[in-house]
């Protein structure tokens, strides 16, 4: 919808960045999302940008990704937002105090099989 309203390009991509993007990155970070449906997504992004740069599709997606100072959209791919979604994700689980117990508990007790003595930090 945003990329064929009428819009002038420079609006387009900041209903992109403003809107889209940041409810996309809230879903990611609050769910386990296949990639199947985030490639459509991403292509459909890509190819609204390029568009709006008058840039062919053909052409590299690299103009899109780059950040604001280097000359680009600083759109980033949603794929990796995704994956960096879940690492942060898995992160916070491994860092709140029970699970960071008890994950340490079980590699010290790998680490003590391993080199048969108790590990030291």
């Given at each position: 919808?945003?990329?064929?309203?009428?819009?002038?390009?420079?609006?387009?991509?900041?209903?992109?960045?403003?809107?889209?993007?940041?409810?996309?990155?809230?879903?990611?970070?609050?769910?386990?999302?296949q990639k199947g449906p985030l490639n459509l997504i991403d292509r459909d992004i890509k190819r609204i940008g390029k568009r709006c740069l008058n840039l062919p599709?053909?052409?590299?997606?690299?103009?899109?990704?780059?950040?604001?100072?280097?000359?680009?959209?600083?759109?980033?791919?949603?794929?990796?937002?995704?994956?960096?979604?879940?690492?942060?994700?898995?992160?916070?689980?491994?860092?709140?105090?029970?699970?960071?117990?008890?994950?340490?508990?079980?590699?010290?007790?790998?680490?003590?099989?391993?080199?048969?003595?108790?590990?030291?930090?």
């Amino acid at each position: 919808m945003i990329g064929d309203c009428l819009l002038v390009p420079w609006q387009k991509l900041d209903a992109i960045n403003t809107f889209f993007l940041p409810r996309v990155s809230f879903h990611l970070k609050n769910g386990v999302v296949q990639k199947g449906p985030l490639n459509l997504i991403d292509r459909d992004i890509k190819r609204i940008g390029k568009r709006c740069l008058n840039l062919p599709q053909r052409a590299s997606a690299e103009p899109l990704y780059l950040s604001y100072q280097r000359g680009g959209l600083n759109l980033l791919p949603i794929n990796a937002v995704a994956d960096i979604s879940q690492i942060v994700h898995g992160l916070g689980l491994l860092q709140s105090a029970n699970l960071g117990q008890l994950s340490m508990a079980f590699l010290s007790n790998v680490v003590k099989k391993s080199v048969r003595r108790p590990p030291d930090p």
